[in-house]
């Protein structure tokens, strides 16, 4: 059996552990995450796999949205010796400062194949509207 080796790939992965704690409550990671329009809605896709649904929290104060996650350790028994383990651990945290024109009284989130889609309505204030055009008033003349 033929086995390809590269010196380095341990180094790297050493090197990428160390400079990449795990998030903590005070010091939480990042999650990637998407952000488009579709239609009427404003979507977020933020990038959770492995974390439980009850293990995110998503609030919202005026206008600041938070999403907080936390991946904990799969537990295991006595008998069990962890070989590797490259998963990162922790707390993952993003804020975002949603824009005026977004009805954060609207928010719906689904969690489905480790995806949090969170889906925000464009508020009706932003939307397009057309503006009627009255007839012009009849002009007076003053006469002295």
């Known amino acids: 059996m033929l086995m390809r080796t590269d010196p380095f790939r341990e180094l790297d992965r050493l090197a990428q552990q160390l400079t990449r704690a795990s998030g903590t409550w005070s010091t939480p990671s990042a999650m990637p995450m998407d952000a488009y329009r579709e239609g009427e809605e404003y979507v977020i896709a933020l990038d959770l796999p492995g974390v439980a649904k009850d293990a995110i929290d998503i609030d ?81 003349q003053i006469v002295t």
């Open 60 to 140: 919202v104060e005026r206008n600041m949205l938070t999403v907080k996650a936390e991946r904990r350790p799969v537990t295991t028994g006595e008998d069990v010796q962890v070989e590797l383990s490259e998963r990162p651990l922790g707390v993952f945290s993003r804020q975002l400062v949603l824009g005026d024109t977004l009805d954060t009284e609207r928010i719906r989130a689904d969690y489905d194949a480790g995806v949090l889609t969170l889906r925000i309505s464009i508020a009706e204030r932003a939307k397009p509207r057309k503006i009627a055009i009255g007839r012009e008033p009849a002009r007076r």
